[in-house]
T-cell receptor
């Protein structure tokens, strides 16, 4: 079965600093999703990547999927306290194009110090 | 703009009691998912529906768990004879598959505490 490993597990950065979160899959990724979660709340969709080498940006967050489609990174530029939360990567499960279920990494907790 | 809603947001129950959670998806979405999340972990898939048909169930979903989506709109997740190990956040998500692409939008979750 597919597994996702996120690193680091937690991160504390000073406001204004850049940071990167990584997500590594045990199998080829057919769709990689990034979500953000505030403690005790639901997940907020950030971005989805499908093609090898794809890169997407939204505001100060950039996500990339490597050419081999087994690793993704999420980069935040000039972090702000509003970026604090838990970042989760999720993969379309089983490698099937029809199964929509997502398999998630364990999450990366980000704290941004003002 | 109505997103996915879940009710209740919090539930405290005693071991052995039955509980039922409700999820209302985004109206035009035909797929509905249930996940369970414990502290410090990512969500784990439980089951999903396409319209009213339940297409897949995880091995995590013991026979004490049952889910329904009777008219292809809202869904309920029932846990019978709750155990302390059932304490978790139960998340619902909905999606509409288009052209091979699908994005799941999550509700706020129902936090269950079994005493």
């Amino acid at each position: 079965s597919q597994e996702l490993e996120q690193s680091p597990q937690s991160l504390i950065v000073q406001e204004g600093k850049n940071l990167t979160i990584n997500c590594t899959s045990s199998k080829t990724l057919y769709g990689l999703y990034w979500y953000k979660q505030k403690y005790g709340e639901g997940l907020i969709f950030l971005m989805m990547l499908q093609k090898g080498g794809e890169e997407k940006s939204h505001e100060k967050i950039t996500a990339k999927l490597d050419e081999k489609k087994q690793q993704s990174s999420l980069h935040i530029t000039a972090s702000q306290p509003s970026h604090a939360g838990i970042y989760l990567c999720g993969a379309a499960g089983g490698g099937s194009s029809n199964t929509g279920k997502l398999i998630f990494g364990q999450g990366t907790t980000l704290q941004v110090k003002p | 703009d109505t997103g996915v809603s879940q009710d209740p947001r919090h539930k405290i129950t005693k071991r052995g009691q039955n509980v039922t959670f409700r999820c209302d998806p985004i109206s035009e979405h035909n797929r509905l998912y249930w996940y369970r999340q414990t502290l410090g972990q990512g969500p784990e898939f439980l089951t999903y529906f396409q319209n009213e048909a339940q297409l897949e169930k995880s091995r995590l979903l013991s026979d004490r768990f049952s889910a329904e989506r009777p008219k292809g709109s809202f869904s309920t997740l029932e846990i019978q004879r709750t155990e302390q190990g059932d304490s978790a956040m139960y998340l619902c998500a909905s999606s509409q598959r288009r052209g091979g692409e699908e994005t799941q939008y999550f509700g706020p979750g129902t936090r269950l505490l079994v005493l």
